[in-house]
Nanobody, 123 residues
């Protein structure tokens, strides 16, 4: 199983980026994003969980209203659209997936981790 994340980069405050995470090796019903800034602990950003007839999403308070998580089942890919970026959003962003269903913000709830993609927001 691999989670391949991409889309990070350098952007000015107020700008936008879209991260992508393509899963290979198996399909998942619950995925998400964490991030880790220099000198700080890894923190939950957003999660998405889905079934045949419903989709649920969950956001950290710090990104609510600015970030949007979505999925493309046909591509086994999850996206994180990040708008109105702030310097405080600077971090390495990690794509995660779990074998269970449902939403969780707890780091231990995710079995698989991608390699991380750097997001840098300049002021």
């Amino acid at each position: 199983v691999q989670l391949q994340a991409c889309g990070g980069g350098l952007v000015q405050a107020g700008g936008s980026l879209r991260l992508s995470c393509a899963a290979s090796g198996r399909t998942f019903s619950s995925m998400g994003w964490f991030r880790q800034a220099p000198g700080k602990e890894r923190e939950f950003v957003s999660g998405i969980s889905w079934s045949d007839d419903s989709t649920g999403t969950f956001y950290a308070d710090s990104v609510k209203g600015r970030f949007t998580i979505s999925r493309d089942n046909a591509k086994n890919t999850v996206y994180l659209q990040m708008n109105n970026l702030e310097p405080e959003d600077t971090a390495v962003y990690y794509c995660v997936a779990r074998t269970g269903v449902g939403l969780t913000k707890f780091i231990g709830g995710y079995n698989y981790w991608g390699q991380g993609t750097q997001v840098t927001v300049s002021s």
